[in-house]
């Protein structure tokens, strides 16, 4: 499996916003070991079969990407740009296979030393297109830029940030 | 903006980068000792302060950067004269009298309280203010 939890980038304003998707799909091998919380009915009896929902942390790593994305882009690619800090991960409702996410990120504040960005996680309707996207998470995260970093530490010169995977969904996105 | 709706300001940040109670931050609070914050929390204290208070802040305006790689400012773990004095000019909202009194590296983060943040965007201000009316 790749640690990329993005399908496609459908918008790119370089230094503003960046919109991305990913299709939930049954056949991700951790769907079938992670479960939604509540698995009868309110004031049911009989427990429903556990329901496969995706993790909590694989949406908020795919808001990182996203917006990491997007701040790695402002610089054309030469910051190592790392996720420091979830500062708030609200999430509201599950996703379940079939389930299309849209990823919207946004710069909130960026200098040298690294970034702040807000990202909004919707699910678009597999059955009604004309049905309007649920919330399911508002999530802010900050972001470093590894070689300015507050200590001094020194890294290798190699960009390992963006690799091989990300470069294919830039590239497969029309973005580079 | 008086020294309280600075205190107001600084307190809803520090709540908000760090999840505590406003009753936790008073302002002889340390931020990392007993507030809880790592290093990375400064730069997202950083960021939180530019957007509540309109300003720019400089990469090592208000924390220090390079003093503890250098061995002229750093010796056998304590932070030397010229180090202090370095520190001094970079952070002239810190207030370094008790620690010059014991300089121990370790010692370092202890100097920044909820007071020095409040002093620090007392001095920004201040300095805004000085530009736009000179």
Not at chain 1, 13 to 18: D, F, G, H, M
Not at chain 1, 156 to 168: A, D, I, K, Q, Y
Not at chain 2, 99 to 109: G, H, Y
Request: aromatic share 8%; with cysteine.
């Amino acid at each position: 499996m790749r640690w990329l939890w993005l399908d496609r980038i459908v918008e790119l304003i370089p230094r503003q916003r960046l919109v991305a998707i990913k299709h939930v799909s049954l056949a991700e091998e951790h769907l079938h070991d992670h479960f939604a919380s509540e698995l009868s009915p309110p004031g049911g009896s009989e427990p429903l079969p556990p329901m496969p929902v995706m993790p909590a942390c694989f949406i908020v790593e795919g808001t990182a990407q996203a917006a990491g994305i997007l701040i790695g882009h402002a610089e054309g690619f030469r910051e190592k740009v790392i996720l420091a800090k979830v500062s708030k991960a609200e999430l509201d409702l599950d996703a379940v296979p079939g389930d299309t996410l849209r990823y919207t990120a946004t710069i909130q504040q960026m200098d040298a030393v690294g970034a702040a960005a807000s990202g909004l996680v919707e699910i678009l309707s597999a059955h009604d297109p004309a049905r309007p996207p649920q919330t399911l998470a508002r999530i802010d995260l900050v972001f470093s830029h590894l070689d300015n970093n507050l200590a001094g530490e020194s890294f290798p010169e190699e960009n390992f940030v963006f690799g091989e995977s990300f470069r294919t969904l830039l590239r497969t996105s029309g973005v580079a | 903006m008086t020294h309280e709706e600075i205190l107001g300001k600084v307190r809803g940040v520090l709540v908000d980068a760090l999840a505590l109670d406003e009753d936790d931050v008073t302002p002889d609070a340390t931020l990392f000792g007993d507030l809880g914050a790592e290093s990375i929390d400064i730069l997202d204290i950083q960021f939180k302060l530019e957007q509540a208070f309109g300003f720019k802040i400089a990469q090592g305006e208000f924390f220090p950067e390079g003093v503890s790689q250098d061995p002229e400012f750093v010796r056998e773990g304590k932070v030397t004269p010229k180090g202090i004095q370095v520190l001094r000019q970079k952070l002239p909202h810190v207030d370094f009298a008790d620690f010059e009194r014991d300089p121990q590296m370790r010692r370092l983060a202890d100097i920044f309280t909820v007071d020095t943040v409040v002093r620090f965007v007392a001095n920004k201000l201040n300095a805004g203010e000085a530009k736009a009316t000179a």
